[in-house]
């Protein structure tokens, strides 16, 4: 190793051993005049004679040094130069090489740069594994949402937090250029950006000021829309951006990697804690963040926030006492809902490569088998084991490399293909090549070397080189060679349990798309048009608001009905409530709860949700009214009873108490994967941020978007239009992750019964070529065709059955981690098992015919002439 | 270019390396020793000229079978010293009884005669 470290020195730096070389030399033209000066000669005579015979000094130096870097990697050059050689003489054994582990490598580093992106990288932040998530929990409601008056007294009062802080989003329409542009704006607690641990790449930060009521309005923009709107030009810096009826001066640009916790943030303004309305301590709206001194663990941060509450419960008993406070580390908030799905693509990846690898294994066992002359040869001319073996192992490696470094370039498209394919995944930006993906690559050209180049290199040089000498291209009579069968069954095996896989994936997928949602989604638009929470304090105007804009939705010519509503039908999302029934409920019946929705009059009507019972809530009404489903009606009020009680929301103080109008239809509310639950829909909105407007449509209702857009920025130009799509993007888009899972193990899966089936054809050609003689004379002794494409049909046949039993058996723990992503379909799915091996054997078949065919056309005489 | 004797014979290839094991088997000497120690045993029979003798320093000592070291000469300057290392010790053996079989080879093909007098 020292040795190696002086030779590599010595070839980086000639500088010093030039040094050392011209000095020896220059010693030895020294002692060469003295000595000549001894025998008589003049001191001029004597140096200009010991130069001469010296010869051309530089060459001398040239020639040495080189001398010191060749030995030392003249053993791996004659390897490479070996190697690159013998691959020459057989390019498409080495295309075909390279291409199975470029395609085994790539796909293996894309998903890695994924998993590296998304799982293993820390957030964009300084010490960010110190950021975590901040709720408000309480028993009755799911809503994290903090109150402005209890952040600002867990940020008092904790005494493990660097600082806690929070913030909440609605979409608003600028409205200084010529038509409003929404922006999404996230208004936030004072110390947000201490808490992310950044400043602004231009500008600067909120002042003590600017966070106080009533003091001037600054915001703060995002790199993307500094660049979209002022071109990245330092000049933005004091601009006014004019939001709704306020003007805000631009103060400062967030980096690029502030992309949290919602990643479209265009701009962010303070929501001060001291404005009027944010004293009461029920009214939430803050996410909270916050940053955990050095050294301190989420626990204990949750167990001093829990002495901080109770400190609080004793204060203000009324609403605090019900309350806890919980805490997330922010990354596993972020990432922890995609990490089993990433692992388990990367796992069917990882045996993709292995299968790749043992293709490749196949195949270079033939191939040192075919080569069993050339190495008896090096062995007689005295070349040892280890040294052919390792020429060997240095092909394999140079064609890993190879394949490593297109893999390479396939990791850095996929970035892109993530992007398509999912781009809900979080943190999917952040995706793309690294030196991490890099040495990633690496390593797995050199694990594939070793995994496919160790035991063909140690195989193939076992033979004793007499034999081999002697039987040199007289092909023995059926050289069996089960090894290479085994690796072919391997391959096999894991394309089994990879369809196996993706076969259950693809139904689940399947009956998702069948699934009856209780709606029908067909012919929907849907939009979103832009509003602030400061509108909601006007509840009659805003209630007005939301009416107009239906009404003229309505009017669109093309358009059937309209209506809005929160959460979009059959996109997943709960919001389960408690009900109280003011009729009075005797204490022995269970506990009314029941998944709640907010939605306009008409969403029954557009959405084509069946009224089974009473009637429809009318357009307008003085008393508040709700619709519930059937599920609902029959869980708790034995049907039709549920009509004309009155529910009310004992825990929250935002729902009035509302009469049941009628009873409608089960739909999918929490996503089509869930079945229905009992559901209420409370009846009537008002204008907010969060709305989604839904129009039915005759025709294809994209072809109306135009007009809408038009016609809403006739009555409302202040508001901003957008997300114009059809209902069934969203609901495609809801499973986005689950397509993304079963696309990539569709293709893996399909790229390993392709890679096991080229797996089979090159080892039963390999068998038809070697044992041709063996054919040869059987024809001649009288053998039909038909037995010999039987006999190698029926060996194909022999191992990918073994292969197929094998596979079943890894499918079987493999589906139970893919039991959690299965909908609608069980882990033993009869159909895709049997579908599974049925494609197989087809594969199979269609892999062994050829060669077997190939075999029965043997010309007997031919093998036998030229014996 | 060379002026010097007629019966000057040319080094057979592979030699030059038992020569300059063979030299320091006598103990650590630098380059121009070596030459003239080689030259003047031969009684100037060979001489090792520099454009082969220090690639051929060097490649031996990447071998392992030499080692080098800056010391002082006789004469009191700084010189570049090599010296036999044990790996080379045992190759100096093998060639040095490879080099006697050929020898003893090339002396039967060329001298039947002598051969068969003793």
């Not at chain 1, 690496?442 to 594939?448: G, H, N, R, T």
């Amino acid at each position: 190793m020292r040795r190696w470290l002086g030779r590599l020195r010595n070839a980086v730096r000639p500088g010093r051993l030039g040094r050392d070389l011209e000095r020896e030399l220059r010693f030895h033209v020294a002692e060469r005049i003295e000595e000549l000066r001894d025998a008589g000669m003049s001191a001029e005579d004597a140096a200009r004679v010991a130069r001469r015979q010296f010869g051309n000094y530089t060459a001398q130096v040239e020639r040495t040094r080189d001398m010191d870097i060749a030995e030392g990697l003249d053993a791996t050059l004659r390897n490479v130069r070996l190697s690159l050689r013998a691959l020459a003489k057989s390019p498409g054994f080495s295309m075909t090489v390279v291409l199975t582990l470029a395609l085994g490598i790539g796909a293996n580093s894309a998903v890695f740069s994924a998993i590296n992106a998304v799982l293993l990288r820390p957030l964009p932040f300084p010490n960010s594994d110190r950021i975590v998530s901040v709720a408000q929990m309480q028993a009755k409601t799911p809503q994290p949402h903090i109150a402005p008056a209890r952040l600002e007294d867990w940020n008092r009062m904790n005494h493990t937090f660097q600082a806690i802080s929070g913030y909440y989003t609605q979409d608003d329409s600028e409205l200084s250029g010529d038509l409003p542009e929404k922006l999404t704006h996230a208004l936030v607690a004072p110390r947000f950006l201490e808490v992310w641990g950044i400043a602004p790449q231009i500008g600067r930060d909120f002042s003590p000021e600017e966070e106080h009521y009533g003091g001037p309005n600054a915001v703060l923009i995002s790199d993307r829309y500094w660049r979209r709107r002022f071109g990245a030009s330092p000049d933005a810096i004091g601009n006014t951006l004019r939001l709704g009826q306020t003007s805000y001066t631009v103060i400062g640009v967030m980096p690029a990697s502030m992309a949290f916790v919602q990643r479209n943030v265009d701009l962010w303004s303070v929501s001060a804690p001291d404005f009027p309305y944010a004293r009461s301590r029920d009214l939430t709206w803050f996410l909270g963040v916050g940053r955990l001194k050095a050294g301190v663990t989420p626990a204990q941060a949750r167990a001093d926030l829990a002495t901080v509450q109770a400190a609080l419960a004793r204060q203000y008993p009324k609403p605090d006492a019900e309350i806890r406070a919980g805490i997330e580390p922010l990354k596993e908030r972020t990432v922890g809902g995609v990490r089993e799905s990433l692992w388990v693509v990367f796992g069917s990846v990882t045996l993709l490569l292995l299968i790749a690898c043992t293709n490749i294994a196949a195949l270079l066992l033939s191939r040192a088998a075919s080569r069993q002359h050339e190495i008896a040869v090096r062995f007689s001319l005295g070349a040892s084991r280890a040294s052919v073996a390792a020429q060997l192992v240095t092909e394999v490696f140079l064609l890993a490399l190879a394949g490593a470094g297109v893999g390479l370039g396939l990791a850095a498209a996929a970035a892109r293909v993530f992007q398509v394919l999912a781009k809900d995944l979080p943190r999917v930006e952040e995706i793309g090549l690294d030196w991490r993906i890099v040495a990633y690559s690496l390593i797995c050209a050199v694990a594939a070397t070793l995994a496919c180049g160790l035991v063909p290199a140690i195989a193939g040089t076992r033979r004793s080189l007499a034999g081999s000498l002697a039987s040199a291209g007289r092909s023995q009579v059926s050289g069996r060679r089960p090894a290479q069968f085994v690796l072919v069954g391997v391959q096999v095996a894991l394309a089994v349990t990879l369809l196996a896989g993706a076969g259950l994936l693809l139904r689940s997928f399947q009956a998702l798309g069948r699934v009856a949602g209780g709606f029908d989604a067909d012919h929907v638009l849907t939009f979103r048009i832009s509003a602030s929470w400061g509108e909601t304090g006007d509840l009659k105007r805003s209630g007005q608001t939301v009416k107009r804009i239906l009404e003229a939705v309505a009017a669109v010519p093309g358009v059937e009905s309209s209506a809005a509503t929160f959460l979009l039908p059959g996109v997943p999302g709960t919001f389960p409530v408690e009900l109280s029934v003011a009729e009075g409920r005797a204490e022995s019946e269970p506990k009314i709860v029941a998944e709640s929705r907010i939605g306009s009059a008409g969403l029954f009507a557009t959405m084509r949700i069946p009224l089974l019972a009473g009637e429809m809530c009318p357009q307008e009404s003085n008393t508040p009214g709700m619709m519930v489903n059937r599920l609902f009606a029959n869980a708790y009020f034995g049907g039709a009873g549920a009509i004309g009680k009155h529910l009310g929301q004992p825990s929250s103080p935002y729902f009035p108490t509302a009469v049941v109008r009628g009873i409608v239809g089960d739909e999918r509310e929490r996503g089509l994967d869930h079945e229905p639950v009992p559901a209420i829909y409370y009846c009537g909105l008002i204008m907010q941020p969060g709305l989604y407007f839904l129009a039915r449509t005759h025709g294809n209702p994209m072809a109306l978007g135009e007009s809408v857009r038009r016609k809403l920025h006739e009555i409302e130009p202040g508001r901003s239009v957008y997300e114009i799509s059809p209902l069934t993007a969203h609901l495609s888009d809801a499973f986005a992750e689950n397509r993304l899972r079963t696309v990539l193990l569709t293709f893996f899966a399909l790229t390993a019964i392709a890679l096991a089936s080229v797996g089979l054809y090159g080892t039963l050609s390999y068998q038809v070529n070697v044992r041709q003689r063996e054919v040869g004379l059987r024809l001649a002794l009288g053998a039909l065709r038909a037995q010999i494409v039987r006999q190698f049909l029926a060996q194909g046949m022999r191992v990918s059955l073994a292969g197929c039993a094998a596979g079943l058996g890894l499918a079987g723990a493999f589906t139970k981690v893919l039991a959690g992503m299965l909908f609608g379909v069980s882990p033993w799915d009869a159909i895709t098992m049997t579908g599974v091996i049925a494609l197989v054997m087809a594969v199979s078949i269609a892999a062994s015919l050829l060669p077997a065919a190939r075999a029965a056309r043997v010309e007997p005489m031919q093998v036998l002439r030229e014996e | 270019m060379r002026n010097d004797a007629p019966s000057r014979v040319e080094l057979l290839q592979g030699t030059l390396d038992l020569l300059i094991l063979r030299t320091l088997l006598a103990g650590p000497a630098h380059g121009h020793a070596i030459a003239k120690h080689i030259q003047r045993t031969s009684e100037d029979l060979l001489q090792v000229e520099t454009g082969s003798l220090y690639p051929a320093l060097h490649r031996l000592e990447a071998k392992g079978w030499i080692a080098a070291s800056w010391e002082l000469s006789s004469k009191g300057k700084r010189a570049r010293f090599y010296r036999l290392t044990t790996a080379g010790r045992r190759q100096h053996a093998a060639e040095q009884s490879k080099w006697d079989a050929f020898a003893r080879a090339m002396a039967l093909i060329l001298n039947p005669a002598d051969q068969e007098a003793p």
